[in-house]
């Protein structure tokens, strides 16, 4: 068990690749990340991040602010992810990265458009979303909407390192923004995205390989160890 | 000035055919639907509808029910909705009609995969949401989740006939759920509806026009005004 923001909770870890999520527990969405709390069974993470901050009173109020322009900023701020920055920066990393290492080609005008969604996305995020604010909840504290947002923005390190510099470097606020998300909520930023940067240098091995760099074989159980993405149940109370 | 469930609202029709989404008002995010209460300007249906519910006293509780299990269960619902329900639909509809309409040759994997998604979305809604209750929000009124959902589905009426009847007939609690939703929201839901319908021969004819089953010219002019979206700002207090 481990508490924090006055939350008690035991952590699970779930194995997709073995599958775990179709257990009985899982039944009916089989979906995760999913919590239990007390008799509520409750999946998708922005209804999962609401819950916790407005169900738990130990919860400092900058996460999900109660004044309702302010809430109703960050729920308008987590429907946008939906069908844009996560559409686009998920999208990318999907058909450029972790399709054509599971040995599925990817098509080129779905890669682009992804991209071009991507783009426009991170574009809203400097010009609108950050440009007067530190954190997109108006406060000087990070909202439940950095913390899911910037999660989002992390997935990009699994690009090439030249890819990745092309796309985030015109983005100046949106890289500090990553930055102040990291510095706030230290140490768990940084624990949380160990497997991602473990994951990095072999994926990147492994796309410069395919690409034609290097003449290794590619060992699919390898790439599926790699990408096996560290997606956690939390059971609460 | 029109007032329902207590709110005072003027309701603001824009033409995205003309790009009218595109003037001043709508800057930064030009989406719509919008609405502007006081000094807020809030976009994102779900974020409205959340909005409208919390802050209006005269809105019904079960819109958007204060118990937090209740109201957890409405934003997972609403959260899913984005990548399963609208997934699958919206695709559906934009890559078999709206694109072709267009003179846009649609993807056959494509309209594959979306028709996957909804069929599975569809059998979430009749064997989970809707299996034991009438409505979503776990109350004998709609929830803001019904009424986003059900006007979703609604959109697979401009299907032609006989792929509207093979896609929804074997869910006869959705069916039923729909029809719940339209008479406990009398006259509004047939108001709003009443475009798409409008629309729905004349897509249905066009369609099969460009089958093959008829000669006639298609006019892309025609075919867009049959398009064009009937969405509103409104604009309250």
Redesign the interface.
Known sequence: MSVINGIDFEEIQVDVLKGQHFSPEYI??R?IPAIVDG??K??????IL??LS??FPGVASHWYPVD??KR??I??I???H??YLRRGAAGLVSNSILLPLNGIPSNPNIVIQAEEILLRSLS?LE??WLKDERFMGGSTQPSIADLSLACQVMQLELLSEEDYHRILSPYKKVKKWIEDVRSTTKPYFDEIHEYLFESQNGIRELMATQSGKKKKKIHKQTCLQLLAPKIHEIETR
Chains 1, 2 share one sequence.
């Open positions: 009916p969405m979906q008799h509520l409750l999946f998708e993470s922005h209804a609401i819950h407005s169900s309702p322009s109703a900023k729920h308008s987590l429907d946008w939906h069908s809203k010009n609108v």
